[in-house]
């Protein structure tokens, strides 16, 4: 048996932290959203993070390009394939590196999260330099953008995770 099965629990929690994960980003207004894309959520990225912790790396990764996938579906800005590909299933995909560290949660979640930083780093960089004011060096642009929100997202989640730790509440039913 191998250890990367999906397992029908799995496949069910994973669809519950899916459909979580969508209310808390996309049915729920933001906290703010910034123009170019990008936004800080009640929370949003906390159930991906969450079961990256709990069923590793592999799980926690394939969950987090579906939600990706789904948000790009769901109204995603698109410029091109590549860039689709990048900030969308690649960047929530990231999210999953949280998994490899269980056994120090909130490196995991500010690994995830940075992980995601750098997708839409990137994206920033290649696609979206038009966008930069004048005088402002594209790798700035992107770094201050994308980070602006990003920072905010991961203060947000790590709370939330810290209280989840101290509470013993992250492996329950496992």
Known sequence: MSKYRFETKILAEGAVILALTLILKEVLPPVF??????????A??????WFSLRRGFYFGVV????????????GGYIVGPVQAFLGYPIAFAALGLCGIFKKYPLLGVAVGIFGRFLAHFVE???FFAIYAPAGMHPVIYSAVYNGSYLLVEFIVSAVIMYILVKRRLLWVYL
Do not use: C, D
């Not at 969950?63 to 579906?73: E, P, R």
């Open 44 to 49: 949003g990225m906390v159930p991906l993070l």
């Open 33 to 42: 959203r910034l123009p170019q894309g990008g936004s800080v959520s009640w």
């Open 63 to 74: 969950t987090g390009a579906i939600y990706g996938l789904i948000n790009m579906f769901l």
């Open 124 to 126: 920033g960089v290649v």
